[in-house]
Each structure stands twice: as structure tokens, then as C-alpha cells.
């Protein structure tokens, strides 16, 4: 018997047990994610391809109130903006969309993200230069994430890098 394989009478166990954990959605998160794992969001399963005509679109005509997250697949503190989104939306007691736009990752390939954002409604996915759409966005937006466009309910926009404030989320939802 090869000794490399049997370190003790549990190995096998523990292999197994690793294995499962690793290869389950929501058991083993090292984040502390796994209550975002069990949110509603899983029932998104397309992606709408977000451009400068889709911005234009969502201003003039899109629900209000809402929320747009600006946010990439790298983005550290993305996941803790969405939670606080979340959290105030659901004190509301309002349905209020909640929108991830990912500018790094192209159609499909978005959904791959989606367990990273509480509460998320919508997924979108940049589509286009990505300079050019930022700058419909924003012209003074310096690529940094989260970028949250709040949108209430009289179309007044607050716009703020990284997570808003509770006076700010007060007002939109207010």
C-alpha cells in the first residue's frame, strides 16, 4: 500500500469531507458568504447588455426608485455595498430594483458573479468601450467601484463611490 495516501484512519474522511465542501454552492465560503449564497437573486438567469443607449434609457424611463452598481469581478468591497443596499430596501419594506452592471465581464459569463450581490435584481454586463460608456455614466467618474447611482422615486440622482451613507439612503428611499 502506498503510505502517501494513508495518513491516519480518518484521511479518507477528511478528504471527502474537503471535497464536498469545496464542490457545494453555499457550505464552504472562507468570506462569510454563505448567507448571500441562499438570497433570491438565484433566480436571475440572464444577462442585459448595458451600453450608452441602455443608460440614456434606464434615466428617462427605468423604475424609480432604484439602485445601479457600477462594478467589476475584482471589486473587494462591492459585495458589503450590495448587503447595505440590500439591507435598507428590505427596512423599506418597498420593492426596489437593485442592479449589478459589471464592466469586465461580457454576457453570460456575468451570472458567474451574481452570488457576490445581495438582493441583486438585475444583472447587466458592459457592452461597448467601456471609457466611452463610463462616460455617458459620468464624465467625472474615475473608474472606481462600487460607483452607486441612486435613483428616487422624483428622478433626483445621488451618486457616490463606494457605499452610501445613511442620510443618503435615507433620502433615496424616503
Known sequence: MNSSFSVGPFAFARRMALAFALFSPGVFMPNGALALAQHAHAAITTVADFDA???????????????YVFTNSFCATCPETFDVLSKAVMASGKPVPLAAI???????RALAHAHHYAGVTKIYAFDGFEPAIRQVVDPKWHNITPYVVLVARSGKLQRVTGQPTASQLKAWLG
Open 53 to 67: 443607449a441602455t443608460w440614456t434609457q434606464l434615466l428617462r424611463n427605468g423604475p424609480r426608485p432604484a439602485a
Open 102 to 108: 459589471l464592466m469586465d465581464v461580457q454576457g453570460e
